[in-house]
């Protein structure tokens, strides 16, 4: 019996970092509308999301350090609850991006709206598909779908660094828009950090599937 209340504990556990999961998407999604569309009615939306996150974030903590201290789990059920710590950090950084985008498109309120040669909507599509499958990996304990994500954060770092050079080019060139450059800037680096925090919820499953430690040799595939 004790056992199996350890199971239905960890389920417990994982069903709420899922739920927080499914705020930090929306989070980021909504911020990204706001700054698409400039409806600043859905910043306010984000600003109560995120404060939902940083409520759901103290919870999870709070429930695997309980585990952690009564039960000294071992083996896959320890990793389990290590990842759901770290990947608890992860949503909440999310979270926090999302804020960051929303307060670009605050910033944007009363500058002229021009068309800029890049493509933010793709950039964001492309976050949105590695932090879903991320946690699709989670939900079905699927370190090979995790791998996936790994190979999606080159092409989002890439994307980055164009929006980078070619903003900058564009300032050079008309420094005339420059706010509207700059805070797209800010969201391209924003949704890059948002990817780099799905690469690490990846890793982390991988952690707990296979209890093997992928950081380092991701970083190293990136530096070759």
């Known amino acids: 019996m004790p056992r199996i209340h350890f199971h239905q ?23 990204l509308e706001a700054y698409l569309t400039g409806d600043l009615g859905l910043c306010e939306h984000v600003t109560e999301i995120e404060a939902a996150i940083n409520a759901a ?35 909440e950084r999310i979270g926090d991006q999302a804020t960051n985008i929303a307060q670009r498109a605050q910033a944007l309120v009363g500058v002229p709206h021009i068309e800029l040669p890049i493509d933010i909507p793709d950039m964001g599509e492309k976050v949105g598909v590695m932090i879903r499958t991320a946690l699709q990996s989670l939900l079905e304990a699927d370190a090979r779908l995790a791998e996936e994500v ?8 890439e994307m980055n660094r164009l929006v980078q050079a070619d903003l900058v080019d564009l300032m050079q060139r008309r420094p005339e828009v420059s706010a509207q450059a700059l805070n797209a800037i800010i969201v391209s680096r924003n949704l890059e950090r948002s990817a780099d925090h799905a690469t690490n919820i990846a890793e982390d499953v991988i952690f707990w599937v296979r209890g093997s430690d992928v950081r380092h040799q991701h970083s190293l595939a990136q530096a070759e």
Do not use: C, W
């Open 9 to 31: 504990q960890l389920i417990a556990l994982k069903d709420k970092l899922l739920a927080m999961a499914a705020l930090s998407q929306q989070a980021l999604s909504l911020a």
């Open 150 to 157: 790994l190979t999606m954060d080159d092409q989002v770092d």
């Open 57 to 91: 974030e103290r919870d999870v903590d709070e429930m695997a350090y309980d585990l952690l201290a009564k039960e000294q789990p071992m083996a896959i059920d320890l990793r389990f609850i290590l990842a759901v710590i770290k990947i608890n950090g992860d949503l």
